[in-house]
DNA sequence: TAGATTGTTAATCGATTAACAATC
DNA sequence: TAGATTGTTAATCGATTAACAATC
């Protein structure tokens, strides 16, 4: 059956909690970095995050051992580590399909914050694309997309088109032999089986939000 | 129906995946009543969802019975009750603190969608306030939260500052008495005990992504 | 009434926490 | 060596799934 889950040590399934963690690993220990602070303690992690110093230790033993009995983890070397698992030392290929504001506010981060990630085309509406630059990008109508892809090698695709507009976007970009989608547009979209599609969806959160001060 | 009132059935505490799941449900059912269905079932909404109709029916079951044995849900009845579970029958008075792209792209996503939610008050520095409209918002520099909030009430903050700034942002609307807070700083922050914070963490997400891409 | 489907209890599964031997 | 802390196994807890009686 499908399995394209990424396994360790002997196909051991890495559960969706654990993934969801490890970002947030890697900013706590980047943020020690920051402090100069060498090592650190699954004990000491635990106060500063709120996860228990159990979980911690098990999370990152899905992974390898990166920590050292009686001493801790060096926490250059564990966010190195956690960097890797998460695919960060290798470079990607974006396109971004919808250049509003939300495209280009998202952009303009990861230009800054997220340099791995390069952003090598812009697709929007033809009446739009003149008026849009940004750095080195290839800019073009939607309809280039297809083949845009052919000719380079692209791993994801940021959709930040109305509502009205996402189905058909992602439908393209699948289309065009895309495996990755970063998906701002607030509607479930269906995709194919190898393609792997992370939502943010803003509405959610905000209504989460509500849900928890409705009482207040 | 046994019980039309949205009331927990005593104080039962709802997990957290529970209340993720919440505006899931209310996103397909909005689909539906579009497409102008009246009734589902939950092993209907299973099929479209991908959660188990079990599940389905266990998590409505934390807030009450929604429908009718050999029948099914009524579908706009559901929409309306999972609306009220999350508090999207009230209206909210939110400010925004930090008026950049991504605060403006949202400023126009909540008032396109998001009506229930307006915006109030929007904050910025000095040299950037007299640039700022929007709608009827009052505008004026960060040092004015705590007095705008005195003499409004204010429900949630959505924080679009930049990293460097997020923490005193965070403190001065807590300080401001404000007991939401929505966080796209791509910063954890520290908050009160009676504050709720919801976290959009962009780059977290694009982490994901690349973890799920990193051998494609 | 017969069929459908809920609401709810019971069983299972998976994730978190605790415990501790290994070892730096 | 003694103390600290990991890596890992075992126990617990909570969430999901299955089953079925209730009932529309």
Redesign the interface.
């Given at each position: 059956m499908k399995n394209?889950t990424?396994q360790y040590k002997n196909k051991k399934k890495i559960s969706e909690p654990v993934?969801?963690r490890?970002?947030?690993y890697?900013?706590?220990l980047g943020e020690l970095m920051k402090d100069g602070v060498e090592r650190i303690s699954s004990g000491k992690l635990s106060e500063m995050m709120g996860y228990t110093a159990s979980q911690i230790r098990q999370d990152l033993n899905n992974f390898g051992a990166f920590g050292q009995q009686g001493y801790g983890y060096k926490v250059d070397f564990l966010y190195e580590q956690i960097g890797k698992?998460?695919?960060?030392d290798?470079e990607?290929s974006m396109v971004i399909v919808g250049f509003?504001?939300?495209g280009?506010?998202?952009a303009?981060?990861?230009d800054q914050?997220?340099k791995q990630?390069r952003i090598t085309g812009i697709f929007d509406l033809p009446d739009k694309v003149e008026d849009i630059e940004f750095k080195d990008a290839y800019v073009a109508d939607m309809d280039s997309i297809k083949d845009f892809c052919s000719r380079h090698k692209v791993?994801?695709a940021l959709l930040t088109v109305p509502r009205s507009e996402a189905q058909h976007a992602c439908d393209t970009v699948c289309e065009a032999g895309i495996?990755?989608i970063?998906n701002f547009t607030?509607v479930?979209l269906k995709i194919p089986e190898d393609v792997?599609c992370?939502?943010?969806?803003?509405?959610?959160?905000?209504?989460?939000?509500?849900?928890?001060?409705?009482?207040?």
């Open positions: 394209n990424v993934i969801r490890l970002p947030r890697r900013r706590y698992i998460m695919g960060l290798k990607y509003g504001r939300l280009q506010a998202i303009g981060y990861i914050y997220e990630f791993d994801m495996k990755g970063w607030s479930d792997h992370e939502n943010v969806h803003m509405s959610d959160s905000l209504h989460e939000l509500s849900y928890h001060l409705k009482d207040k």
